[in-house]
Every structure is written in structure tokens, then in C-alpha cells.
């Protein structure tokens, strides 16, 4: 569920252009193109990469050093082209859902750290987060005219999971609310598409962007993919697993705040097209995008929504050939 405070909006913030002294959880470094990036450790040895441009994170390993996320081999890491993989934030607009450029502009805007923000209800424990920070410039208000606070958080759990939190405040000074959609935009690496299978979307409805974003029903079993899908799953459980069988290998996303999911795979023809991404690279990932898009998110000026999405990924555990799904979703 969403939650919107109505607590004051903070006077100061500490948001710096410098990037602060690198700790063993925390490293602030450079990455392609010179731009700043922040690697995320974890004492078992799980890692994370988080770019400020777009507030991006871009890899994502386990304790045995393996890539989790699909970053594509021709990714352009140089504005205004969004990184092609890894997780890129779509605000204020998913898609073509409004005026603005697909996917809206969070994602190809150069994000800042920032030192001390407002505090979360509940404290962590762990030392491998960071907190990245995007407000409005005076050209981006010129395109979409209202003041914001976009607060992002990147943290790894003591397992490896991945965990974002999104904090969004109006800070319009004109008494004006605003509305936004939503989504993150996860490429998941698997290890070949056709041996997926997608859990907990069955049985929902979903608005085909293939189809003019007509609405139509899932049917009962899990989501296979044999050519290009581009649907919005609605009113989504808050739990969904991909399982990779060739890799026995499942990731679970939870996710809070969020209810639909957007599932995208260009397949041959459209992967051919994009610039960005290679002539097969389509068989080795998968869009599962947690996101608020059929109802956008409204917010008053000193109001705060929240949207939170974790992601693990786990063994998967085979009973004679086939995944017990009750297992996989309703498991800790
Ligand atoms: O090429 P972009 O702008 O990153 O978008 C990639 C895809 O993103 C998905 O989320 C959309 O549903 C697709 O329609 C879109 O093609």
C-alpha cells in the first residue's frame, strides 16, 4: 500500500555535488564516461552498482560474484539516452502515459548523494546503502511545472537482496498538487528466455501496450514466453517470482506501494531496432517492472508517497521436474 505523510517539508537538505569519503560498504568511485557511480559491498561477499546518472543501478551480484541484472553490451552510458538494463527509474511518466518523453525524465538526470536525509520509520542495521536525491531543475520545470523531492535509497540486505525505496514529495510552493506514474524498470538476466516461467500474474487483468493498452485476462497458468510481450499487469499480488529453470535460479520481487507490474520483452524484431541493445540479447533478460500506472499517484503540496521494491534471488528448488509455485510465492 502507498503511504502518504502529511509530515512538514524539511528546510534543510544536505544534498552534496561532492561525493563523501568511501567506506568498505559504501565505495564512491567512477564509472563508464567518467560519471560517478557507488558500489554497494556486502560482508559475504554480494555487491551492487547504483550510477548517479538517473539514480541507475546498474549491476547487481550475489555472494559468488554473479551478475543478477541484464546490462546490454551496447548500453550508452550518455545523456540523454537512458542506460539500457540494470534498473532504470521512470518518473514522473511510465511509458507514453502522458506529455512528457517516454518514461519521463528521472532516468537520464544526473541524481546527487545525499548526507542526511529525512529518517525512515524503521532503522537498518546494515552498513551497504545509499541515499541519492533528484529535484526539479529550472529547465525540467519548464516541461513539468511542479517542485519536487525525489529521495532514492539503494541498500543491500546481509543475504545480497536488493532493496529501493522511493520517497516522493510535492514541494510546489503554489498550493498546487501534481500526479506521476511510476515504475522500476528491472531487467532481470536470465539465462534463456524460453526457459522462464512467471508466477503470480495468472488469472489478472492487463492492458496490452501491443494492443492499443487494451484491457484483457490473463489466463490460469504461470507466464511463458515463446515472442514479444508488453503488458501492465493490474492490481498485482505484492509478491512475483521469474524462475529460470536452465539457471535453477528464482528471483523474487516484493514490492510495496506499487500495484502493477509491467512484463516487457522486445523479442527478435524489436531487439533488432534499438540501437541499444544487441540482435540477441532479448533471449537473455526479462522486463518485471514494479510500478503504479493505472491510477497515478496524487499528491498535495507537503505530501510524501512511498513505493518499495525488494528483490532476492534463490536457489530454486525442483520436485520432480517442476516448481512447486505455492512454495516459491507464499515462502519466506
Ligand atoms: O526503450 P525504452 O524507452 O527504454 O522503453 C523500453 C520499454 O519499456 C517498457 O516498460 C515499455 O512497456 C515498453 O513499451 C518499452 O518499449
Known amino acids: 500500500m502507498s503511504s502518504i505523510e502529511k509530515d512538514k517539508i524539511p528546510s534543510s537538505l544536505s544534498s552534496s555535488s561532492s561525493l563523501p569519503l568511501s567506506t568498505p560498504f559504501v565505495d564512491f568511485s567512477k564509472g563508464i564516461n567518467g560519471?560517478?557511480?557507488?558500489?554497494?559491498?556486502?560482508?559475504?561477499?554480494s555487491s551492487a552498482e547504483v550510477?548517479?546518472?538517473g539514480g541507475h543501478v546498474t549491476s547487481w551480484k550475489n555472494d559468488h560474484g554473479e551478475e543478477l541484472l541484464f546490462l546490454s553490451s551496447k548500453a550508452v552510458f550518455k545523456a540523454p539516452k537512458a542506460i539500457r538494463g540494470g534498473i532504470p527509474?521512470?518518473?514522473?511518466q511510465f511509458g507514453s502515459h502522458g506529455t512528457l518523453d517516454q518514461h519521463g525524465f528521472a532516468r537520464n538526470r544526473i541524481w546527487a548523494v545525499e548526507d542526511d536525509p529525512p529518517p525512515f520509520p524503521t532503522t537498518t542495521l546494515n552498513k551497504a546503502f545509499v541515499d541519492l536525491i533528484l529535484k526539479p531543475s529550472e529547465e525540467d520545470t519548464k516541461i513539468w511545472p511542479h517542485s519536487f523531492e525525489f529521495r532514492l535509497r539503494v541498500a543491500l540486505g546481509p543475504?545480497?537482496?536488493?532493496?529501493?525505496?522511493?520517497?516522493?514529495?510535492?514541494?510546489?510552493?503554489?498550493?498546487?498538487?501534481?500526479?506521476?506514474?511510476?515504475?522500476?524498470?528491472t531487467y532481470f538476466s536470465v539465462s534463456d528466455i524460453s526457459?522462464?516461467?512467471?508466477?503470480?500474474?495468472?488469472t489478472l487483468d492487463y492492458l496490452d501496450n501491443l494492443q492499443n493498452k487494451e484491457r484483457f485476462t490473463e489466463q490460469g497458468d504461470a507466464l511463458t514466453f515463446e515472442?514479444?510481450?508488453?503488458?501492465?499487469?493490474?492490481s498485482t499480488p505484492t509478491k512475483i517470482a521469474i524462475i529460470d529453470h536452465e539457471k535453477k535460479r528464482t528471483f523474487v520481487l516484493r514490492k510495496d506501494g506499487l500495484p502493477d507490474a509491467v512484463v516487457w520483452n522486445p523479442w527478435d524484431k524489436k531487439a533488432k531496432a534499438m540501437a541499444d541493445f544487441g540482435d540477441d540479447e532479448y533471449k537473455h533478460m526479462l522486463c518485471v517492472e514494479a510500478a503504479a500506472i493505472e491510477k497515478a499517484i496524487t499528491l498535495k503540496p507537503g505530501e510524501e508517497w512511498k513505493g518499495r521494491l525488494e528483490l532476492s534471488a534463490?536457489?530454486?528448488?525442483?520436485?520432480s521436474g517442476q516448481l512447486d509455485p505455492q512454495r516459491v510465492l507464499q515462502g519466506s
Open 51 to 53: 550510477y548517479l546518472y
Open 159 to 185: 543475504g545480497g537482496d536488493l532493496m529501493l525505496t522511493s520517497r516522493i514529495r510535492n514541494t510546489n510552493s503554489d498550493g498546487k498538487p501534481f500526479s506521476f506514474t511510476f515504475a522500476y524498470h
Open 35 to 45: 560519471f560517478d557511480k557507488i558500489i554497494l559491498r556486502e560482508s559475504r561477499g
Open 195 to 202: 526457459e522462464v516461467r512467471v508466477e503470480g500474474l495468472e
Open 314 to 319: 534463490v536457489p530454486s528448488s525442483y520436485c
Open 89 to 92: 527509474i521512470c518518473f514522473p
Open 227 to 234: 515472442s514479444e510481450v508488453d503488458k501492465i499487469y493490474l
